[in-house]
């Protein structure tokens, strides 16, 4: 069973700009996650989609941050524009459910210059 | 809110032998779940062990065991016979049963098992 994908693995910008990071999940789980990892520290939750319907972005800056999960299946974390404190490694992760394990993606490190 | 606190930022282990690591909440919540996370150089967060709150047995998954003392808001770590391996950064953290998937991580504790 193929795992939580994400893309790119890396991923470098100049500050301003734009980025977006894309996720797909495990087949069948309907339960989609966005974290924000900074350096040397655990992940915080940035949204959490049930099926296509965003039910958790309390955490997610929406001023320069949006996200959307078409279908409920693949989704797209989306920053614009760009500052210096975005520099972090944005994980995502599926569930079968709210309820049962999450599985995590490998991530994207951005860096911002 | 509920706080997940890793005490411990680093540790090592020779390898084969037993370590434990360290980690503390605070929350006035009476259902929960407590987790332990393992997340290689590589970055992907593998799920190492799941506790649940109403348990008083202690979970175990193989060499991986928690000490889960709900009273005192602790829920340690134990690796035996350790393997190089589970050279990782290792998080603990929470989840309210009502929050539906919200996990809250501690800041981690890297471990690194010697030859």
């Known amino acids: 069973e193929a795992g939580v994908v994400q893309s790119p693995r890396y991923k470098i910008i100049e500050k301003k700009q734009p980025v977006a990071f894309w996720c797909n999940p495990i087949?069948?789980?309907?339960?989609l996650y966005w974290y924000l990892q900074n350096l040397g520290q655990g992940p915080e939750l940035l949204i959490r989609?049930?099926?296509?319907?965003?039910?958790?972005d309390s955490q997610l800056p929406k001023d320069r941050f949006s996200a959307e999960r078409l279908k409920g299946v693949d989704s797209t974390l989306k920053i614009q524009p760009a500052e210096l404190g975005d520099s972090a490694v944005y994980l995502c992760?599926?569930?079968?459910?709210?309820?049962?394990?999450?599985?995590f993606g490998p991530g994207t490190r951005l860096t911002v210059t | 809110a509920q706080t997940v606190t890793q005490s411990q930022p680093e540790m090592s282990v020779q390898e084969a032998e037993t370590v434990t690591l360290s980690c503390t909440y605070d929350?006035?919540?009476?259902?929960?779940?407590l987790f332990w996370y393992k997340q290689p150089p590589s970055r992907q967060m593998i799920l190492v062990i799941r506790?649940?709150?109403?348990?008083?047995q202690n979970a175990t998954e193989n060499r991986f065991s928690v000490n889960f003392q709900k009273a005192a808001k602790s829920f340690s770590l134990k690796i035996s016979d350790s393997q190089l391996g589970d050279t990782a950064m290792y998080f603990c953290?929470?989840?309210?049963?009502?929050?539906?998937?919200?996990?809250?991580f501690g800041q981690g504790t890297i471990l690194t098992v010697h030859p």
């Open positions: 989609y049930e099926n296509e319907e965003a039910v958790d």
């Open positions: 953290a929470f989840m309210k049963r009502t929050s539906y998937g919200k996990l809250t």
């Open positions: 506790q649940e709150a109403y348990k008083q």
């Open positions: 992760a599926s569930s079968l459910d709210f309820s049962t394990e999450q599985y």
């Open positions: 087949s069948g789980h309907n339960t």
């Open positions: 929350t006035s919540e009476s259902n929960y779940y």
